[in-house]
């Protein structure tokens, strides 16, 4: 059995629909097995699309003979750099112009990481397509590769990108794909301190793992135009970004999202331009279809970082300063490097008050290793490992209770933080205070449920080789990119009183398909099975710049909502006219028109009066929103934890996390998310790391040994919901599907410390880590 | 190659079929029989997206031949019923409890669960995690899974 986690806040009480565990809509057809992703529909005469991927980290391409690849029976076409036109780009699929360098081309004469693009076959099968691919000869001219951030960073290093016409590099010499430094100075540093404490942070290549690989499927439609279904996040800019790539105009291209078999963040990558190149020059459907380890080393990873900070506390708990210092691996080219960076600082300083002194300084720096992007928690992850450790041991340094430490210091309502203003995606942030936080309820709650003050009494004294602990971390994230994200509705009304609501936004497996319906039903006062939602296709629904930045229910949603309103204006207008009232009279509920007196007409009534009769026109509009704030939501993590000191395995014994999303539109759907990020983050914390092996060739790129959680080995987690209202969300919400990525890291590192008295500060922490921290720190 | 001569039953329908001996059985579910309820997230065993019922039992159809139907009864999401012809109860508490979100592992999972249900009527919450620990979720964290497939044993034994 399972009992509703979620209270209902005192605001929400009067929602109808909002607020409730409705069914997800597409639920159904996804738990019979219909055919609804990207590869479940069939394509007469489809091609097979199979890519040639770079065996060197970093190699000129001397000559290329795809002579006998051509003969391959059933081989349609072959592509090189020499085919495809030159444009620099990114794949990073954002807001336009894009802050990531436009670095890479769609083929290149160049190869930059042990599975970059050398070319691409269609053939009749994809048996024929490998074959050809085998047979494509290419003599390359190997160059020095350098794997490691700092040492690119250093003169002499091999220079990645020293190509002329890439755009937007700020430092290619010295293999900087983005930099930015930032400093409040209120005096000098550290001089009020009482203790100052340093370390650095560390977290490895790890990799998203939608089960469903990245697939895409180009053809034509009647008008010559090139159609994509593809399985991306961000439909918009797929077609801005492969029109770009392919010297297309826009309206060329049409770009069909059906269900989509998770993303988080990998799919907010443009790498469609390759299969859209094949069937124009083919004139034929062409699928392109990652495997399971073309997923793992060619599609987009986490950016790897080492996050230094440091940071000075007053023995009574005030903390002086603050500065940290990230260096990031985007790889062989920098798409989100600037962004992410930008996140790892952005979201995480402002999380507690400095009263003097903040610091950030940023790299983001060119490697021949696989490509990193967008990946759930985008740099926060990064960020909040090394700041929620951190604050455990500023806590201990003084003495004080790490919950009561951030207790003290965390950011409040009312309250902002320079960096807010300082430090934006692209371009200069936005300057924002706390209108909404629950942390305060957050943290008793985890507190309640972890019995915190009871196992950290009861732990403080063991003995024996397994020891138990209890850890806590606190989150922020954002809710979308302020002025810069950018989300429509439209919503028409049909005969039986039911609506079509479009939208651009990505239901990617979220749910927000069905939460964006939950807005518009509650402002029509109709069930959510009347609002029929169709997303996300360029040529049918409008502008959204797509799932990410944790957007889609504070922008989409405050757009689906604007829309709803105008179109209940327009309804109201009709049912004056049929009841003979006033609009202002007038309200909507339970599919029709009411007024005070108790008259009414049903909203199909209302749909055939404007469609048929009177004054005919279609009940129609279209809304837009972006935000002008991006209120955080809050969350405290409480994690316990037991050591074996002396086989270093880390058992996760509970996990108790409460998120502040502001009203969650359905609290279902909110838990699944946060459980969802939650045990990814676990995931990461205890087992994931992609490695390579000393020439850049990825070791482990496979389910089979690149371990991710299985039911079997995730422990009990528990999400709980806690209410607040949002004055600038849709009824009240935040965002609530990154925040939980982040918690894990730094929660089970302060567990084990309090288990064991060890520090971990490389993930993952697995036994051998965990045990070589035990013996340095002579623990056992 | 000859074309290997397949007898089989598939969602309870008789096939005959001739197919290249080569032919792996999930490319036969989803290209010859066009089923696409099964899914490929791997291709190598380990995450089991692309399970189906064979004589009852849960098997990765990414590591099979098609020809190994040969003779015997194929059972995919497709061919799922509930008792009165319906929705199968796995499917009814999949929904419910919110355990679908991308829906992409959804199929295995019912497949999982359901060889599990058969086999073994009383499984327990243990009993249910170890036969899932070859399915792979990315969105849920398994918690909802694991109460949906808790609700249906109830369901079913009430
Ligand atoms: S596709 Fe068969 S187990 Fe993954
Ligand atoms: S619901 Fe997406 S992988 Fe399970």
């Known amino acids: 059995m399972t009992v509703s986690r979620t209270e209902t806040s005192m605001d929400a009480k009067d929602l109808k629909v909002v607020n409730k565990p409705v069914r997800k809509q597409d639920a159904l057809g996804l738990a019979c097995g219909e055919p609804v992703f990207a590869d479940d529909q069939e394509f007469k005469g489809l091609l097979h699309a199979k890519l040639l991927w770079s065996p060197h980290a970093h190699a000129r391409i001397k000559k290329i003979d795809v002579s006998a690849a051509l003969k391959v029976p059933g081989v349609k076409a072959v592509l090189t750099y020499k085919d495809v036109p030159r444009v620099p780009h990114t794949t990073a699929g954002q807001g336009y112009p894009e802050p990531s360098p436009y670095d890479t081309y769609t083929l290149d004469s160049k190869v930059r990481y042990v599975g970059d693009r050398v070319a691409a076959v269609a053939a009749e099968t994809p048996e024929a397509a490998q074959e050809a691919v085998s047979k494509i000869k290419v003599d390359y001219e190997v160059l020095p590769a350098v794997l490691d951030p700092f040492e690119a960073m250093k ?53 998203h793992c939608a089960l469903e690989p990245h697939t895409s499927i180009a053809y034509f439609d009647n008008f010559g135009r090139v159609v994509l279904r593809t399985s991306t996040q961000v439909p918009f800019h797929v ?49 392109l279809e990652y495997t399971r380890k073309e997923t793992f080393v060619s599609s987009r990873t986490r950016h790897p970082a080492v996050c230094r900070m440091k940071a000075g506390v007053k023995n009574d708990g005030t903390i002086t300063d603050a500065e940290m210092e990230i260096t990031l691996n985007t790889g062989a080219y920098g798409s989100h490097a600037l962004t992410v960076m930008m996140c790892s600082g952005s979201h995480t300083i402002p999380m507690y008050r400095v009263k003097n002194n903040i610091r950030f300084v940023g790299r983001s720096v060119y490697t021949n290793m696989p490509v990193a992007g967008a990946y759930r928690g985008y740099g926060a992850t990064q960020g909040f490992f090394a700041w929620e450790c951190l604050m455990d041991m500023l806590a201990e340094s003084i003495g004080m209770d790490p919950v009561e430490f951030r207790r003290r210091n965390y950011i409040k309502l009312g309250e902002g933080s320079p960096v807010f203003k300082a430090m934006g995606e692209g371009r200069e942030g936005v300057e924002q205070v706390i209108t909404s936080t629950g942390l305060f309820e957050a943290i ?50 049909n005969e039986d009183g039911s609506f079509n609501l479009l939208v651009g936004a990505a239901d990617l497996g979220t749910g927000s398909d069905t939460i964006l319906a939950q807005i518009a039903a509650e402002v029509l006062g109709v069930k959510t099975e009347d609002i029929v939602v169709t997303s996300s296709d360029t040529d049918v629904t409008p502008f959204d710049v797509g799932a990410y930045a944790s957007s889609t229910t504070f ?18 207008a009709v049912g004056a006219k049929i009841l003979d009232k006033k609009p202002e009279a007038l309200r909507l509920e339970g599919g029709k028109v009411v007024a005070a007196d108790g008259a009414s007409c049903a909203l199909s009534e209302v749909a055939n009066t404007s469609l048929y009769y009177y004054d005919q026109h279609q009940i129609c509009a279209t809304a837009s929103h972006y935000g002008h704030t991006s209120p955080p939501p809050f969350q405290a993590n409480f994690a316990e934890v037991e050591v074996d000191t002396g086989t270093g395995k880390v058992k996760v014994l509970d996990y108790v996390s409460c998120v502040d999303c502001g009203t969650a539109i359905n609290p279902q759907l909110a838990e699944g998310q946060n459980d969802g990020a939650v045990v990814n983050g676990i995931s990461h914390t205890l087992s994931e790391e992609l490695e390579f092996s000393s020439n850049g060739t990825p070791l482990n790129a496979s389910f089979r040994r690149y371990k991710i959680l299985s039911a079997a080995d995730t422990p009990p987690v528990r999400t709980f919901i806690i209410p607040t209202w949002e004055p600038a969300g849709p009824f009240g919400a935040k965002s609530v599907s990154e925040i939980g990525i982040n918690g894990p890291l730094p929660a089970i590192a302060n567990a084990i410390y309090a288990a064991c008295g060890v520090r971990l500060f490389d993930a993952p922490f697995t036994p051998d880590r965990v045990l070589a921290a035990i013996k340095k720190a002579g623990k056992r | 190659m000859r074309p290997f001569a397949l007898k089989c039953k598939v969602n309870g329908l008789a096939i005959e079929r001739e197919i290249p001996s080569s032919r792996s059985l999930l490319d036969f579910i989803r290209e010859d029989l066009g089923l696409k309820g099964t899914k490929e997230g791997c291709g190598e065993g380990e995450c089991g997206a692309c399970l189906v019922l064979l004589d009852g039992k849960a098997v990765n159809s990414c590591l099979m031949m098609a020809v190994q139907l040969h003779g015997k009864e194929l059972v995919t999401i497709e061919g799922l019923k509930g008792r009165d012809g319906g929705l199968h109860a796995l499917q009814k508490t999949f929904m419910e409890e919110g355990a679908v979100q991308c829906g992409f592992c959804t199929p295995g999972l019912i497949i999982a669960s359901e060889a599990l249900l058969r086999r073994k009527p009383d499984a327990t919450l243990e009993d249910i995690k170890q036969e899932l620990t070859g399915n792979l979720c990315r969105c849920t964290g398994y918690e909802k899974v694991l109460s949906a497939v808790e609700k249906a044993r109830d369901n079913r034994n009430a």
Not at chain 1, 268 to 287: F, G, H, M, N, Y
Not at chain 1, 555 to 572: F, H, N, P, Q
């Open chain 1, 555 to 572: 922008i989409s949603g405050g757009a689906a909502k604007k829309a709803a309103e105008k179109v209940r204006d327009m309804v109201l």
């Open chain 1, 444 to 493: 008793q709650k985890g507190m309640d449920e972890i019995k915190w003050a009871e196992k950290r009494a009861k732990y403080a004294k063991q003995s024996g080789p397994v020891r138990r602990g209890v850890g806590a971390a606190c989150m922020m994230q954002g809710s979308g990119i302020p002025e810069v994200d950018m989300a429509s509705a439209t919503i028409k009304m």
């Open chain 1, 155 to 207: 003169d002499g290093a091999p220079v990645i990108h020293d190509e002329p016409d890439s755009k937007n590099i700020p430092d290619a010499r010295r293999n900087i794909a983005a930099k930015f430094d930032f400093e409040v100075k209120n005096g000098e540093w550290f001089k009020e301190a009482d203790h100052v404490l340093e370390h650095s942070w560390s977290i490895p290549y790890l990799q």
């Open chain 1, 239 to 287: 077609r801005r970004i492969v029109a770009q790539a392919l010297k297309l105009p826009v309206k060329k291209i049409r770009v069909i999202k059906p269900r989509i078999g998770g993303g988080f963040g990998s799919k907010q990558e443009v790498l469609e331009d390759i299969v859209a190149a094949l069937a124009l020059k083919t004139r034929r459907p062409v699928k």
